[in-house]
C-alpha cells in the first residue's frame, strides 16, 4: 500500500482529498496534519509514500517545509493559488493541483507518482555474457513488485499502455510501454520482432521470414523488423 500524508489546514479541502484516497485501492491514508510544523514531526516518525502538500499555512509554508527536509517522499502540491506554479517546480514535486481538486486531475497525479516509481525501480543488472544468469528487473503487479530473471523470459506482447511478460513460470501484466522495455532490455538477447512483440532469442525454436517460434508460440515478424531477424539468423 501507498502510505499518504495529507497536510492541508481547511478541513473541506482535507476531507476531499481523503474521500478520493479511498476511492483508490492502492492509497491508503498514514496520517493528516493541520500544519507544516506538525508534518515535520510526523515525518521523522512514519513512514510516508506520498505526501499531499498545501502551500499557504500558518507559522511554515510547504514550500518552506520542504526546504527543512532532507529526503522528502514524493510531493503533490494542492493549493488555491496558481502564483506559485513555477517556483514549486524547483523542489522537483510530482504534480500542483490547484483547488478546488477534481477526482479525474487526483488520478492523473496519481499516474505520475507510478511512473516515478517504475522509472526508479532497480533496474537490470548488467547483461554480459557472464551475468546474464543474474539479470533482473522489477515490475509492478497489482500492489507489489515482482522480481523476473531475464533468462526467464520468453517473449513479452505490447498492450496499449500495458504489456504482457510470458516466462517459463508463467505470464503476468503490468503498465508499462513494449518501447520502454526495447530499451532497458539488452540487445544481445532480445529482439523486437514486431510492433507489439520482443522475443528472448536464446529461447527461439525456429523461424521464417513472417514468423517465430517461441514455446510453441507463432509470433508474426513486422515487415520493418524482418532485416533484425535476418541478421540474427547468419
Known sequence: MINCLIVEDEPLAAELLK??????????????????????????????????????????????????????????????YRDYAVESYDYDVLDYLVKPIQFDRFLKAIGKYYQRQMTQAPAAQPAAPDTFEHAYLFFRVDREQQKVWLKDILYIEGLGDYVKIFTTN???????????????????????????????????????????????????????????LERFGR
Not at 496534519?33 to 506520498?50: K, P
Open 19 to 80: 474521500s478520493y484516497i479511498e476511492k483508490v485501492p492502492d492509497l491508503t491514508l498514514a496520517s493528516h496534519c493541520s500544519s507544516a510544523v506538525d508534518a515535520f514531526g510526523t515525518l521523522q516518525r512514519q513512514q510516508v509514500d506520498l505526501m499531499f502538500l498545501d502551500i499557504r499555512m500558518p507559522r511554515l509554508t510547504g514550500l518552506e517545509l520542504l526546504k527543512t527536509l532532507q529526503h522528502p517522499p514524493p510531493v503533490i502540491l494542492t493549493t488555491a
Open 170 to 228: 508463467g505470464a503476468l501484466v503490468t503498465y508499462e510501454r513494449l518501447s520502454y522495455l526495447e530499451e532497458k532490455l539488452p540487445e544481445e538477447h532480445f529482439l523486437r520482432v514486431h510492433k507489439s512483440y520482443i522475443i528472448c532469442m536464446d529461447k527461439v525454436q525456429s523461424f521464417s521470414g513472417s514468423a517465430v517460434k517461441v514455446s510453441g508460440k507463432q509470433i508474426p515478424v513486422g515487415r520493418m523488423y524482418k532485416d533484425r
